[in-house]
């Protein structure tokens, strides 16, 4: 090739990289706007909060992963007066634009693993406990842990012992309406004490107590941090309640502890000995409480 074609492919290279940088930067900014005019279409709160949980991280992505390409191709725009054709200098440049776009998809992605399911965990909240509407219009009350559970089956109650399904249920005091929302047991993970990112995940579970029956009592979680590795594990005592049992409870209307979102208690032995236990209510601390033995699990 001589330096008149390779002037000319150089210049049709530039042209490439110019057009393919502006259509890259358009498509992010495009599939950005449509993912948040899919998400502002969505009336139902519940299914708005879904829609943003399975899918919110995964259209960033995309997005990231289009700008990333357009630095890439960005970086190809300089310096093309300096370079005279298919020389170390175009390889150079090529090479750094691989480098740039994968440094940018690289960050992105730590950005979206591991720092915005934070904020991400934020608006989730402020959607689940929104009021709610009832379909006279008048404003709902959210139950309490206590109080929802004589509107919940036993199938549904056994879900939320084991913290595998939360169940909210929003009552209409005017109409005695109820609406019962299903969500996962955790929006996304639980924070982690130690980096403060929402990545503490369940690595596994086990039975450390039953009852003399043999059913199960107490279930421990063990989890661990994605990001730092951090690892604790917390005890849950699981509720032998029926359906039978609420047959005849009238539910109460109190003050919500929505706002509560985990309860964390550090129990220290004279022994040097410590257990650190975790809790979704303050009902459920004092319940474990009443009933703690350090000998038991020292």
Request: charged content about 25%; proline content about 1%; glycine content about 6%.
């Amino acid at each position: 090739m001589n330096l008149q074609e390779s002037r000319a492919f150089v210049e049709t290279w530039h042209t490439t990289m110019l057009v393919g940088t502006i259509s890259m930067v358009s498509l992010a900014i495009l599939l950005f706007l449509i993912y948040h005019f899919r998400v502002s279409v969505i009336k139902s709160l519940k299914d708005k909060h879904d829609f943003i949980n399975a899918n919110e991280i995964k259209w960033y992505k995309r997005v990231f992963g289009l700008l990333g390409i357009a630095v890439a191709l960005a970086i190809n725009l300089y310096g093309e007066d300096e370079i005279g054709g298919l020389g170390v200098s175009f390889l150079v440049r090529l090479f750094f634009s691989i480098a740039g776009a994968t440094l940018v998809g690289y960050i992105a992605a730590l950005v979206l693993d591991y720092y915005y399911p934070t904020r991400l965990n934020t608006k989730l909240r402020r959607l689940r406990y929104t009021p709610r509407k009832s379909s006279t219009g008048n404003t709902m009350k959210l139950l309490s842990e206590d109080e929802e559970d004589v509107h919940l089956d036993e199938g549904m109650q056994a879900e939320e012992n084991i913290f595998s399904i939360d169940y909210d249920v929003w009552v209409d005091e005017k109409t005695k309406e109820i609406k019962i929302e299903k969500y996962q047991g955790h929006l996304i993970s639980l924070q982690c004490h130690n980096c403060g990112f929402y990545t503490m995940r369940v690595q596994r579970e086990e039975i450390v107590e039953k009852n003399e029956d043999g059913s199960p009592k107490d279930l421990l979680k063990h989890y661990q941090c994605s990001y730092c590795k951090n690892v604790r594990a917390t005890q849950f005592t699981i509720s032998r309640k029926e359906s039978e049992d609420y047959k005849h409870v009238k539910p109460k209307f109190k003050k919500s502890s929505k706002n509560i979102e985990l309860v964390k208690i550090d129990i220290v032995s004279s022994l040097g000995g410590k257990k650190t236990y975790e809790f979704q209510s303050v009902e459920e601390a004092q319940k474990f409480l009443n009933e703690f033995d350090f000998g038991k699990v020292a």
